[in-house]
């Protein structure tokens, strides 16, 4: 299943925001299959993460899961792997460089990051607990630096039994 990825801005906050104001847009998307990325802790921290999950939900609209450094900062989503659309889950491999990640004034920087055989095996338990909630699971490596996107991609679809 193809989906529309929409990737906000980390100004976007439930502080200053309320997701109801992606309704407009989402019904302009409708009926593509449609998955977010929030670039703001906050929506899934704390009480907030019942609020998201549920609108994600009730719109049958995919939370996207990231992969990235372990960091509190706001613009660094946490490790969360929620299904709210059981037709597919969407898996982000951002890298766990934290520095760059913050600090980085190029993409290049802010995705550096190579994945070890270890962590790859870590990221395939997450997709086995996604696939046991969601038909299918779309994983993208976005740790765009040098050849690591395609490398750590191949090496990973490897690792689930599929040619490359």
């Known amino acids: 299943m193809d989906s529309i990825l929409l990737q906000l801005s980390p100004a976007f906050s439930p502080k200053k925001n309320r997701l109801g104001e992606l309704d407009a847009l989402l019904n302009q998307l409708s009926p593509r299959s449609v998955a977010v990325e929030l670039r703001n802790r906050n929506w899934v921290e704390g009480d907030q993460l019942r609020e998201t999950t549920g609108f994600f939900r009730d719109h049958h609209v995919t939370l996207v899961s990231v992969d990235a450094p ?35 004034k190029s993409v290049a920087e802010r995705f550096d990051y190579d994945y070890s055989e270890q962590e790859l095996e870590d990221l395939h338990e997450r997709v086995n607990r996604l696939e046991v909630q969601a038909d299918e699971v779309h994983v993208v490596f976005n740790n765009n630096r040098s050849n ?17």
Request: charged content about 25%; glycine content about 8%.
């Open 70 to 104: 372990d960091s509190e900062n706001f613009t660094v989503m946490p490790a969360i792997d929620v299904v709210t659309n059981p037709r597919v889950a969407y898996l982000r491999l951002h890298g766990r460089n934290e520095r760059g990640y913050i600090s980085g």
């Open 148 to 164: 690591y996107a395609p490398k750590n991609a191949a090496r990973f679809r490897e690792m689930l039994g599929q040619t490359v």
